[in-house]
């Protein structure tokens, strides 16, 4: 898994209220950890005024160009014209090494040099507008981005996921009319009483003309939302949409203040979180992803989510998810607000769910424990939380036991089937697995009687001979992942028979997405 890390040491110019620190003490973190030298580091260049003016209009490009000339009070009163943003003689080149930087790494991932990457720039710029900064934001660095990737690598559709807990409005004003881009956002709202305080971050702004639909909104209306409901969006909201929309190359909006801790979002997910976030979105895309930070104001939650993203863009398993308790009620009716809305697969009409093998009213009962709330609601107040655990990838990530004369993946190691394996490399295997006395398994698979009655197996059915395996894709999302996730597993086993039915392109996703489950403890049986 390459992976590439854009960090200019130029971006660090004094903004006390937007915490300089944030960013040394996310690299600090990369390097304490051996995360940095895994890397690789692409250099960084300064975004061009052509690359500018993908997003941003010549005056208000022209306008901040004249800022390093300015002096302290005409910064002061040029600042006033915009909301919630400092500018100071260097915030120009800053500002350009920032979108240089994402830039770089959009090259790198869509010409194949790296599979992945994230980019540590600041200032941000999700908040920033056609013709106006704001937010603490110069320069749209995400939007130039993408327009970027459309433009120089001929990259059909774009996701964006801000998962930041602010709304980006400038990143959604960019494309609310261009069907090209789809654009995630969840977001601290309350009704509006939250910056930047705009009705069009409701959940009903979903695009405009044949834009309509490609825009999602999920407002949160109350702090301390969970590991939980972070997982929860994903499944029912963001992914069956993205898989839809089939995305050439997916870019985060990664903002950190999202995190426990934060003082800006007072919410209660642990960053180990993003590093299952990160991996649901790798499934996309063939893995092209492009992470670019933006907010994130704690300086100890911070890294450790820049970390748990890294790592995860690295290739390592997954974290055990700790603190699943069920998503709360605000959670589940800003999910469901958003599903009455039109959007871009329109799956709530259109997709015929995998009916489970009892009566319909038993997937609304599955639903109801998967989605509801379980229990009362922290307090947002609580801002303790332990440090994630160290988290060791096996010496051997894959092994394949193959018939002879069957070529071996690349990648993985080669087992005969007649003879036994070395015992140095079975206890390598065995490093880190844990046995389980039972364990909850979905059979998806082709069947005439749906009488099978068993308290730890859910039964998912394709009809024979059927082609279309997009609600298989939207139930695996909807369901098998949440129960996944709640039941916790310490193993995967997937059995794959000659009768499946499921295309290579299909099983494979689904073995990717259950490979954030038992810390990508995984065995799959392929019956020939």
């Known amino acids: 898994f390459n992976y590439s890390l854009g960090y200019p040491n130029d971006m660090l110019p004094a903004c006390k209220i937007e915490v300089p620190e944030r960013l040394t003490v996310s690299h600090e973190a990369l390097v304490k950890s051996g995360l940095a030298d895994r890397c690789v580091s692409i250099p960084v260049r300064e975004a061009t005024e052509a690359d500018i003016l993908l997003v941003h209009s010549e005056d208000y490009l022209e306008a901040v160009k004249k800022t390093p000339f300015m002096t302290l009070e005409d910064l002061k009163e040029f600042t006033l014209q915009y909301g919630d943003v400092y500018f100071h003689p260097n915030i120009y080149h800053c500002a350009k090494l920032a979108a240089g930087a994402a830039l770089q790494l959009v090259d790198s991932v869509m010409t194949g040099k790296v599979r992945n990457g994230m980019a540590l720039v600041r200032p941000p710029g999700h908040h920033s507008m056609r013709s106006a900064a704001n937010g603490f934001c110069v320069f749209n660095n995400v939007a130039i981005a993408a327009l970027y990737a459309k433009q120089k690598h001929g990259a059909k559709r774009v996701l964006i996921v801000d998962w930041d807990v602010h709304h980006g409005q400038g990143v959604q004003y960019s494309f609310e009319d261009d069907p090209s881009v789809l654009y995630f956002s969840w977001h601290r709202y309350e009704h509006q009483k939250f910056w930047p305080n705009l009705k069009e971050s409701d959940y009903d702004s979903v695009g405009k003309g044949k834009g309509a639909g490609f825009n999602v909104n999920v407002p949160w209306n109350k702090v301390g939302m969970k590991n939980s409901d972070y997982l929860s969006v994903f499944c029912h909201v963001l992914l069956p949409v993205a898989y839809e929309f089939c995305p050439d190359l997916v870019l985060v909006c990664a903002g950190f203040d999202s995190a426990i801790g934060d003082p800006e979002g007072e919410m209660c997910a642990s960053p180990d979180i993003f590093a299952h976030l990160t991996h649901l979105l790798m499934n996309l895309a063939g893995g092209k992803l492009c992470a670019v930070l933006e907010g994130g104001y704690n300086l100890t939650s911070l890294p450790q989510s820049v970390c748990q993203t890294v790592q995860t863009l690295l290739g390592d398993p997954a974290p055990l998810p700790v603190n699943l308790d069920g998503p709360c009620q605000r959670s589940v009716s800003s999910s469901v607000r958003f599903m009455s809305q039109m959007c871009v697969c329109d799956f709530v009409m259109k997709v015929n769910y995998i009916f489970l093998f009892s009566a319909h009213s038993s997937l609304f009962t599955v639903f109801d424990q998967l989605i509801g709330c379980t229990g009362p609601e922290k307090s947002v107040e609580e801002k303790v939380w332990p440090e994630p655990s160290k988290r060791v990838a096996p010496p051997v990530r ?70 279309d395996v997009s609600g298989f894709i939207q139930a695996v999302l909807g369901l098998l992942l949440p129960l996944g996730y709640e039941y916790d597993p310490s193993l995967v086993l997937l059995v794959r028979a000659p009768e499946s039915g499921l295309s290579d392109s299909v099983w494979q996703q689904l073995t990717g997405l259950l490979q954030g489950l038992a810390q990508g403890h995984t065995l799959v049986l392929m019956q020939v």
């Open 398 to 467: 894959t092994a394949a036991i193959l018939p002879n004369g069957v070529s071996c993946p690349d990648g993985c190691k080669r087992f005969s089937s007649s003879e036994d394996p070395d015992p140095v490399i079975v206890n390598k295997l065995r490093y880190g697995a844990v046995a389980v006395c039972f364990m909850c398994s979905a059979c998806v698979c082709l069947v005439k009687k749906t009488d099978v009655n068993t308290s730890h197996v859910r039964l998912f059915v394709l009809p024979q001979g059927c082609s």
